[in-house]
């Protein structure tokens, strides 16, 4: 008999997500709505304020992903003023950058993905010396020894006797869908502590060049951060030599630890291969080595794939208002000229209007408007956005160390290259990802080192600081790559204010419902087909949605250390 599954929310630390899925008499999804179910509307805020404070508000749009938003609203403001930052400061944002993405990914494989892979409660079962003999085969990571997953163990069965099992709570543990031997999840749960410790250190690196984190400083013409190697009250050669040595430390922890656990996960679950979605791909691009408007220099490149085809990559122009476009059929907002057409970015609207159904409620009328997120497309095609759309425009474009990665994993789980189009690609391309931001951060560091060396300690470029400066009116397009995918900013200004500003995140890209053809998104076609062993246990669910690291705007997390109910799926 066909059911109906909802799992509300759906994300592990952020943002409200809603899943609805429809299985057939198999168990099998054949449909699946994806609803945010908050709205906040920064984009309304930011309406009248200066633009060179646009980035403060924009980024605390998310408190994960901490520095994507103001970097995107000061490229943004930038574009439109026509500022050009310092080879310093263009220096410092890929290296911040590049830190987020590879804290970001290692906390996503480790706190918000590698349960539903893991069985927690199942290390209890290991063998501590076969979990220290696997580890030492795997890695030389010098925290591998018997004792070592001895006294893990312990700390496990304290917090199952207690009755709490805190961090690990809430978890489908024995579910069927498991497959890791006891030993393999031990490890994995001793890493999942470890990388809980480690990722508070490479934030550091914001912490130096940024002041603080989350929400780092930025400014509008550079970075507000001030060098000077032989200065006591600037970023002098001791910072400097901590953030050398942060990144080495990164760099170690992901070749010995997480690359390792990742192909060690994987192995066990090569059939796998659900959840492949769209098949649609797309990448704004990011890292620039020269001016940030020079496509050309992007060490990310910019583009899209159309079905999975790796032998055309499609040209992307966020200013074009013929390839960007957010439809709002299925959304709950208006446009002044009517629903039945998407608008570009620079000509958008935030102008709320809640239609659905009053808390508490069973289903979404997904016929009719069902979300707060809009539905934005490229060319009218869905697209998906993140670490897998980017690994593969850059494999396609021949990256040569994409390609040599990409080609590493694939041979050691001994799959091809068709398996990148799944749930396991997905979470895998954030590995191979997270290995070469990594390479990035030492990159941008040498980099850094190099100008400073010639004498150069500039961070800020004040031309066009003064709005006497600015012309009546202007417009400006910013971008990054966030660790979930393409971000834009788009901004207007009109009188030296912020006539009108418009957002579009990647979580938007991914998680929008249906457009105004019928066509979903990449999170609701990508869990069509998938087999559920359990639905009354939606451990498939979870996984192919957070392989997307679905992050949606801030509010209060949902939690509950006294065992109240926290996440509600029902079945009819």
């Known amino acids: 008999m066909a059911k109906k599954i909802v799992v509300d929310p ?17 168990n099998v999804i054949e449909e699946a709505w994806s609803t945010g179910t908050m709205w906040r509307g920064i984009e309304v805020i930011l309406q009248g304020r200066d633009p060179r404070d646009a980035w403060a508000f ?99 069965v ?25 030993e393999v999840n031990l490890i994995a749960v001793a890493h999942y502590l470890e990388a809980l410790d480690f990722q508070k250190e490479i934030i550091k690196i914001q912490t130096i060049f940024g002041g603080k984190n989350p929400h780092p400083n930025y400014l509008v013409g550079g970075m507000a951060c001030a060098i000077d190697p032989n200065s006591d009250t600037a970023i002098n050669i001791e910072r400097l030599a901590m953030v050398k040595k942060i990144i080495d430390d ?52 910019r583009g899209v794939i159309l079905n999975k085809d790796l032998t055309t990559i499609h040209d992307v122009d966020p200013r074009d208002t013929a390839q960007i476009k957010e439809e709002i059929g299925h959304s709950w907002y208006t ?14 609207e935030t102008k709320p209007h809640y239609t659905g159904p009053k808390p508490p409620y069973e289903y979404m009328d997904t016929d009719k408007q069902y979300s ?61 990802e997270c290995k070469q931001t990594a390479g990035f951060m030492g990159k941008f560091y040498d980099e850094l080192i190099a100008n400073v060396k010639t004498g150069d300690y500039r ?11 600015w012309p009546a009116e202007c417009k400006g397009f910013g971008y990054t790559e966030a660790p979930r995918g393409s971000l834009g900013h788009w901004i207007r200004i009109k009188d030296k204010k912020i006539d009108e500003y418009q957002i579009v995140v990647p979580s938007t890209w991914n998680a929008s419902p249906r457009d105004n053809k019928g066509n979903s998104g990449a999170y609701e076609a990508a869990l069509k087909g998938t087999p559920m062993a359990d639905p009354s246990k939606p ?16 509010a209060s997390h949902v939690f509950d250390m006294n065992g109240n109910e926290i996440t509600k799926v029902t079945i009819v």
């Open 335 to 348: 446009y002044s000229k009517g629903s039945d057409k998407g608008l570009h970015p620079w000509e958008g």
């Open 158 to 182: 304290s917090f199952v006797e207690s009755g709490q099992l805190g961090i690990f709570s809430n978890g489908y543990w024995g579910h069927p869908a498991y497959k890791l031997p006891p």
């Open 58 to 156: 924009a980024e605390r749009i998310c408190g994960v992903c901490t520095t994507v938003h103001a970097l995107a609203s000061v490229r943004c403001v930038e574009d439109a003023l026509g500022i050009e930052v310092p080879t310093n400061a263009r220096i410092i944002r890929n290296l911040m950058e590049a830190t987020q993405h590879t804290q970001d990914h290692l906390v996503h494989f480790y706190h918000l993905h590698a349960l539903d892979w893991v069985d927690v409660v199942s290390a209890l079962k290991a063998d501590p010396k076969q979990a220290s003999d696997i580890a030492q085969s795997i890695s030389p990571w010098p925290k591998s020894s018997v004792g070592y997953f001895k006294d893990l163990q312990k700390r496990l």
């Open 459 to 469: 961070t800020f470029n004040s031309d066009r600081w003064d709005p006497s400066t």
């Open 372 to 432: 707060w997120l809009k539905t934005p497309r490229w060319k009218d095609h869905a697209v998906e956005v993140g670490p897998l759309a980017r690994v593969l425009i850059g494999y396609a474009k021949g990256d040569p160390m994409l390609k040599d990665t990409v080609g590493m994993v694939l041979g050691k789980l001994g799959v091809g290259p068709e398996a990148l189009f799944s749930t396991l690609g997905r979470t895998a391309a954030r590995g191979i």
């Open 250 to 301: 990164t760099q170690t922890f992901i070749d010995q630890v997480y690359i390792p656990d990742l192909l060690a996960i994987a192995s066990y679950y090569k059939g796998w291969l659900y959840g492949g979605g769209l098949g649609n791909f797309m990448s704004y691009g990011d890292f620039p080595e020269k001016n940030v408007n020079d496509v050309k220099s992007l060490l990310w490149p």
């Open 539 to 554: 451990l498939e669910i979870l996984r192919t949605i957070h392989s997307f690291d679905p992050c949606l705007a801030c």
């Open 10 to 26: 759906i994300p592990r630390i952020e943002g409200h997500l809603r899943i609805e899925a429809k299985t057939n008499d198999a």
